[in-house]
């Protein structure tokens, strides 16, 4: 076997650098695309983990007929009017008490919004006792059930609370907020979410402080 002769090493060299910095460069190029496709992969789980236990807009609701605490039978999901507002709460949440005085602001405004075509239901996740007495507590004129069942609280993504949802004659939901009501925005997003469009386009119906 022959010895390489100066002239091919000097060719050996010449491309040496060229090819590494190409075999660089290539897999500088993977590394990215790689990061990208798991970022990818992670923004899409972490998409789907939310809509599995968030509420979002859109959203379909079963309809589950349950009993409040006045007697009456009530069809969550199911509109009587146009929109449904479902209040989900528990009577030990610090959150859902501070909630309380906008809760209620909420009720009171309701029909002038919507003109008479959406009803308020709380949703209390404590036994009928419990549940009660809260409402009278803290005045309460909407009517409120008292429910255990965790699985059918699920359903309206309930996993947290306090949870306000409004849902629309078809069954989707129109607005939803997880956490504390504390804020006029709070009390804004249902309002409008129920208003009348020709009242919207005419201006609020309601005065706000």
Request: some cysteine.
């Amino acid at each position: 076997m022959s010895n390489p002769t100066p002239t091919d090493s000097r060719v050996v060299s010449r491309w040496t650098l060229p090819l590494l910095i190409a075999a660089l460069a290539l897999a500088s190029a993977l590394v990215v695309a790689l990061g990208w496709q798991l970022h990818q992969a992670r923004e899409n789980q972490r998409w789907l983990a939310q809509r599995a236990t968030q509420p979002y807009i859109g959203m379909y609701v079963p309809r589950i007929a349950m009993t409040s605490l006045d007697g009456a039978g009530r069809t969550l999901g199911q509109p009587e009017g146009d929109y449904q507002v479902l209040y989900f709460f528990t009577t030990g949440c610090p959150h859902c008490r501070a909630s309380a005085p906008l809760v209620k602001a909420i009720a009171g405004q309701l029909d002038a919004a919507s003109g008479g075509r959406a009803e308020m239901i709380g949703i209390a996740l404590d036994p009928p006792a419990a549940a009660g007495a809260y409402a009278r507590e803290h005045g309460f004129g909407f009517p409120v059930i008292a429910t255990q069942d965790r699985r059918s609280a699920m359903l309206f993504r309930a996993r947290n609370v306090p949870l306000l949802l409004v849902i629309g004659h078809d069954g989707r939901v129109r607005y939803a907020r997880v956490g504390a009501i504390n804020t006029k925005e709070g009390v804004n997003g249902v309002l409008t979410a129920v208003r009348r469009k020709e009242a919207s386009a005419a201006g609020p119906t309601t005065k706000e402080s």
